[in-house]
């Protein structure tokens, strides 16, 4: 086994990367790298960055690649990290994917999973998501937790994002295609992507996923 298994999860906003990085983090035991989540994180703690990012994160907008490069490379140094992670929401545009290509030297990404989800079912999917504030579970607007407004994993007040509102969301998914999209062709050059079919049940998303690692002899 390699020493470090590095996994770039690709996929449209609501492909369900954030679900399936978390089952992996345990399943592999190595950490779940968000920099959505590490930025929102900011903007809740109110610190110097969480000021500077928060009205280009709600207007659904990108920070830029030398902010997200370093929060990444801080992330990696992390003694949690020495074993891999799986990178969720980063790289986003080309000049993050060559930056973490510098920054993982020989040691690099092992494989990039893009969950593929139609943009017409990643839009309902996001427009009817709602997120506790508190411990970031996922809930449907129908959901009884959505409902209420209350959490029932933590009691955290359950709200709708920002940029998971209609406009936010045509422009989160029109920067997809412009920046990120071309991110499947880096790795698909150096034969490292894999494409799985997001619209399935979540069980059945892991499952591929796993069988994909494994059967690159990674895990
Ligand atoms: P996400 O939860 O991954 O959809 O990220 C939420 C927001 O955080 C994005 O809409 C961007 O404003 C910002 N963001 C997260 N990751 C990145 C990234 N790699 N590059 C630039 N902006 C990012």
Do not use: W
């Amino acid at each position: 086994m390699s020493a470090r298994l590095n996994l770039v999860i690709l996929g449209k906003q609501g492909a369900g990367k954030g679900t399936q990085c978390k089952r992996l983090s345990e399943h592999y035991a190595i950490p779940h790298v968000s920099t959505g989540d590490i930025l929102r994180a900011a903007v809740k703690s109110g610190s110097d960055l969480g000021r500077e990012v928060a009205s280009i994160m709600d207007a659904g907008a990108l920070v830029s690649d030398e902010l997200v490069i370093r929060l990444v490379d801080e992330r990696f140094k992390q003694p949690d990290a020495q074993r891999g992670a799986l990178l969720d929401g980063f790289p986003r545009t080309l000049a993050q994917a060559e930056a973490l290509e510098a920054l993982l030297g020989d040691d690099g990404i092992k494989l990039c999973i893009n969950l593929e989800v139609a943009t017409s079912l990643v839009t309902e999917r996001l427009s009817s998501r709602r997120v506790c504030q508190e411990c970031g579970a996922i809930y449907k607007d129908t959901d009884i937790e959505a409902i209420s407004g209350t959490c029932s994993n933590c009691g955290g007040d359950v709200i709708q994002r920002k940029d998971d509102q209609p406009e936010a969301i045509e422009k989160r998914l029109a920067l997809y295609e412009r920046d990120t999209a071309p991110l499947l062709d880096f790795y698909a050059t150096r034969g490292l992507l894999v494409t799985i079919d997001g619209d399935q049940s979540p069980d059945d998303v892991t499952r591929a996923i796993e069988l994909a690692v494994h059967e690159r002899g990674l895990a």
